[in-house]
Every structure is written in structure tokens, then in C-alpha cells.
């Protein structure tokens, strides 16, 4: 990829700090100032590897999409920095056309394509008209890169959702940025064709060593392509790690009921499970097993359908449990259970 020029170009006190990650903030905090001020980043701490998947997820408004913008330039921290390669983001005051030179964003909307314009034409207006030949034939390889080589003539306003997502990443991967930026990728993306558009971006990352830095609300569809998870909740990151390591470790219950829908219990209805212990628990679904018993303390409060397998919901007066039933067989509602737990996790918080 092309050698992209230093932060010095444009902040001209700055000095580069070397052994950081690829990016890095520290003690980053942004308020956006209306008629009340919002903390959508709240002195943050993060690093971000060169060439993996960087996932941040979170429930809606807490404050994803505002630290990309801030990774990207767009906006300014209020308190601390962000570095690239070690040196200082620009952003609006440094330039006059914010974004940093060696990131590409692809936001929510499509704000960039040209919906009356055909898909090639999108993706080759990004190259320069000094090589004609290179032109064509990057546009080309670009298309196929991205398996829509098919919708090349088409007028971008007559394509589907996900169709548009993949033309519109294909434009920000033409001039071979380093580092990909993207915003909700997948909210318009049908569910069959979301895992092959995932899949792709995958491929492209072992193959070229791009950076990426998505957002995403919905973890689960980027558990399976992520090298790394940063989880925010109320502008704060909570935790960052592997997704391995944050959904069978998580050190707070709001990590581990995002990623896994776990059931988080108190000391004293840990208790009732025969759970000793000083600090709040996760149980994930998978990890309860149970069995009819008529002398069992839980009684089967409903059953849910959810494709391959089934959410089962057991209650005992003073606590709700949720667990998975795969292989599906028949259960009688109304009946009672014995529950048993074969791991949990304890939070810090």
C-alpha cells in the first residue's frame, strides 16, 4: 500500500511516540454541545493492531460511532490524543478536508456513491485519468475483489442493500488505504448474504494486511470475523480482547449479556444454585443443563423458538433462568426441573 505522509504535515509541533499499537488513544473523551452537553467518549483508552479486524460493539448510543469518527479525524478529542504509526491524528482544524490521508470510511448511508451513477463509474471516478490502462484495470480487479463484477453497468440506485455496501467498500478500497473504517457495515445486508460479505473482508485482510475498525451493535455477527472486540457501554470501554476471550472470560456482566445472552445473578441467587460467592455471575445459556424431576425446584416457564434449537425459561419464584435445548425434543411446560451448572464467570462489575 502506498507510503502515506506523517501528522507533521500538518501539525507541525508534533513529535512522534514510538512502541505504540497501530492506533492509539489515551484518555480520549469527546461532548457533543446542545442544548445540554452529551459525553459520547468519556476518557477512553484503547490500542488497535495492524492488520487484524477491530470490532467496537455496544448497545445504541454508547458512543461507537463517535469514537470512529475520532479514529478518523472527523472529530476532535476534547481531552487526550489519538496517534497513528505514533503520530497525531489531524483533524477539522489541522485540515481542510478532514480524514486522515491513510484511512478510508464507509458510513451507514452510502453517503459517498453516486446512486445515478453506474457501479464502475463510482469505483474508477476515485482514480486519476493519467493512467487510463491502470485505471481500467484496477476498477476491474476491484469489482472481483468484491464479487460484483456482474453489477458493473448498473445504476447504483437499483441495487439491493448489500449489493450498495459492497460497491460502496469497493470505492474506499481502490486507492488501497491502510486502514478500513466502518459504520454498521452490515445493517442493510440480508442475513443469507451477510456471512459471505463478512467472509470476503476477511479474505482481503490476509490477503493485503488492511487494518479495519467496524462498528457493529450486533456482536454476533462479527464474533466469528473479528480478530479483536473493543465493548463500550454509556461512553466508556469496558473491556477489550480477543472475542474467544471475552465471551468465555468476560470481566463485566454487560459483556458477557451482549456477546452471549448469559444470565447474570446475584450472590444470593447464585446461592440458590449451590454457587458460593462474594460477587455477581454470569451463567451462559449453553452452560445449564437440566432434566425432568418432580421434585426438581424449577418449573418450565416457556419455550422459545429459535431455529436450529430452542430457549427454554425456568423459573423458581426468586430467579429466571434461560438455557438452550439442542437436540430439540418435547417438554411439558408447567413441569418441574433440576438445574445444574457446569461453569460461570465472576464479574468485576
Not at 489541522?94 to 463509474?121: C, E, R, T
Not at 470476503?200 to 464474533?223: A, F, K, Y
Amino acid at each position: 500500500m502506498a507510503q502515506q505522509p506523517s501528522s507533521c504535515q500538518y501539525i507541525p509541533s508534533d513529535q512522534q511516540k514510538l512502541g505504540l499499537p497501530l492506533i492509539h488513544g489515551a484518555n480520549v473523551s469527546h461532548v457533543f454541545h446542545a442544548k445540554e452537553q452529551v459525553t459520547a467518549v468519556d476518557r477512553v483508552e484503547f490500542g488497535i493492531t495492524a492488520g487484524k479486524i477491530t470490532a467496537i460493539i455496544g448497545e445504541s448510543g454508547s458512543g461507537k460511532s463517535t469514537l470512529l469518527k475520532l479514529i478518523y479525524g472527523l472529530l476532535e478529542p476534547d481531552t487526550g490524543e489519538i496517534r497513528y504509526k505514533g503520530w497525531l491524528v489531524p483533524t477539522r482544524k489541522d485540515k481542510l478536508i478532514p480524514g486522515h490521508d491513510a484511512m478510508k470510511l464507509v458510513s451507514q448511508g452510502f453517503d459517498d456513491l453516486n446512486l445515478y451513477a453506474k457501479v464502475w463509474d463510482n469505483i474508477a471516478s476515485q482514480l486519476p485519468n493519467t493512467n487510463l490502462e491502470r485505471k481500467v484495470s484496477k476498477t476491474q480487479e476491484t469489482l472481483e475483489k468484491l464479487k460484483i463484477s456482474h453489477l458493473a453497468q448498473q445504476r447504483v440506485a437499483d441495487l439491493s442493500g448489500g449489493e450498495k455496501q459492497r460497491v460502496a467498500i469497493a470505492r474506499a478500497l481502490i486507492n488501497e488505504p491502510e486502514v478500513l473504517l466502518m459504520d454498521e457495515p452490515f445493517n442493510q445486508v440480508d442475513a443469507a448474504f451477510r456471512d459471505a460479505l463478512q467472509q470476503d473482508i476477511r479474505h482481503i485482510v490476509d490477503e493485503t494486511g488492511l487494518t479495519i475498525v467496524l462498528v457493529s451493535h450486533d456482536p454476533t455477527e462479527v464474533l466469528a470475523m473479528s480478530d479483536e472486540l473493543i465493548v463500550m457501554k454509556n461512553a466508556k470501554i469496558l473491556e477489550q480482547g480477543t472475542p474467544e476471550k471475552l465471551y468465555y472470560n468476560p470481566a463485566h456482566g454487560y459483556t458477557a449479556q451482549l456477546l452471549a445472552k448469559s444470565n447474570i445473578l446475584s450472590p444470593q441467587q447464585a446461592a440458590s444454585l449451590g454457587i458460593q460467592t462474594e460477587s455477581t455471575i454470569g451463567i451462559h445459556q449453553e452452560d445449564i443443563r437440566f432434566e425432568q424431576n418432580s421434585q426438581g425446584t424449577f418449573i418450565l416457564k416457556d419455550i422459545r423458538f429459535r431455529g436450529f434449537y430452542k430457549e427454554v425459561v425456568f423459573g423458581n419464584g426468586s430467579l429466571t433462568l434461560h438455557a438452550i435445548l439442542h437436540p430439540i425434543v418435547y417438554l411439558p411446560i408447567g413441569q418441574r426441573f433440576s438445574v445444574t451448572v457446569d461453569r460461570y464467570s465472576t464479574f468485576m462489575s
